[in-house]
């Protein structure tokens, strides 16, 4: 679950990271009004999406007064921004964030991640943080500097030096460096955090060092234990058809493609799209059903599928284990009553009472191809769709 820059500066200030004093508004109004609490020369304007690139789209600017601030903010809330993030169809800005601009001096890019190969927290952090840092990473990798540490209650000293000698910071600016890296260490382990981004972390000309911009992920299945994070969810920054899917459990994401996938498990679901580029098209999602889905869940699984415009054809691969194929079928015909399906559908059933689930979808009067196994299923739908 991602969150807004302004919710993710409260939680690292929370675990002790300096940031710049900023306030949020939903509208214009509230936004000045804010803003005069603040003891700054000039105010630094921040449209909130959940997407990066928004300096280079106009999404942040530098004012010199509440009347500009004003100006600005009217021309930026409700506007439709385009990043190298948000895809052609961009995001629109429903709130905005506006704090105290800062003397930098240098900037710095930081990061934490977990990384799954080797089980262990990576610290990611460079002396050329800004907005080109990906560009960074590819034309000077020796630039990028990645630091991986066990995951323990705490991090070392030593190893937060180890992250920030890229800096190459002396006296106090360092040991602030040093203290923000067990800050943002401890508030990873705390929330169940799966990635922090400060880019830029900044040293001021008053040499503090200061997260001048944050992102931050959390592990959705850890949502559990932090309520308080969860109230945070913006659910205008998700993409509708993976808002329903958390209704009922699915787990579902959008993808750029055509072909609409429903399996169940999901190594077989990686399988399933893999075996679609194989054969030169492109899933338009990742959605397993689960194990022990219902008729109700397969149901709102299909019409979530179907609600895709992209979507020229659908692929059902169910392998029945605990998830029975004729509960599947019968989920499928439900949906199949309600929306009228016009695009071409290959069913591939085999396990727990897959002749039970072939007959019900035989009876139901659906044009469907049915296959044999995966190999031949993803012919069959990139035949169908062409």
Not at 72 to 98: D, F, N, P
């Amino acid at each position: 679950m991602n969150i807004h820059e302004h919710q993710a500066k409260q939680i690292l200030k929370r675990y002790g990271a300096l940031v710049p004093k900023g306030v949020f508004a939903l509208n214009v109004e509230d936004l000045v009004e804010k803003a005069k609490s603040l003891n700054t020369k000039k105010f630094v304007l921040k449209a909130q999406i959940h997407a990066g690139g928004r300096g280079k789209a106009g999404g942040v600017k530098i004012l010199n007064n509440l009347e500009e601030l004003k100006v600005a903010a009217t021309e930026l809330l409700g506007k439709t921004l385009i990043t190298h993030q948000t895809g052609s169809e961009g995001r629109e800005v429903k709130r905005l964030y506006v704090e105290e601009s800062s003397n930098i001096d240098k900037e710095f890019y930081l990061s934490c991640l977990v990384d799954r190969t080797t089980s262990k927290i990576a610290f990611i952090s460079s002396d050329q943080g800004g907005m080109d840092i990906e560009e960074v990473a590819i034309k000077f990798p020796d630039k990028i500097l990645t630091t991986k540490v066990e995951f323990n209650e705490e991090i070392s000293s030593e190893e937060c030096e180890k992250i920030i000698k890229i800096f190459d910071l002396e006296g106090s600016s360092k040991n602030d460096a040093i203290s923000l890296i067990k800050s943002i260490y401890k508030m990873f382990i705390k929330t169940d955090a799966n990635m922090v981004e400060i880019n830029p972390l900044i040293l001021t000309k008053e040499k503090k060092i200061v997260c001048l911009d944050a992102k931050v992920s959390f592990d959705s299945n850890a949502l559990f234990r932090h309520p308080e994070i969860l109230e945070l969810r913006d659910l205008n920054e998700e993409d509708p058809k993976e808002i329903e899917a958390s209704k009922y459990d699915l787990a579902y994401i959008k993808l750029d493609g055509n072909i609409g996938c429903m399996v169940n498990g999901a190594g077989l679901a990686m399988a399933t799209m893999d075996i679609i580029k194989l054969y030169g098209e492109e899933p338009a999602n990742f959605l397993d059903v689960g194990g022990g889905a219902s008729k109700e869940k397969v149901s709102a699984a299909f019409k979530i599928i179907l609600s895709d415009k992209n979507v020229k054809g659908i692929l059902i691969n169910i392998f029945g284990g605990i998830m029975r194929c004729d509960v599947l079928a019968q989920g499928v015909v439900d949906a199949a009553k309600e929306i009228n399906i016009n695009i071409p559908l290959v069913v591939r059933l085999a396990g727990t009472n897959f002749k039970q689930g072939k007959e019900i979808l035989d009876k139901s009067g659906l044009k469907l191809i049915s296959a044999e196994n995966l190999d031949d299923a993803a012919k069959k739908i990139v035949e169908a769709i062409k």
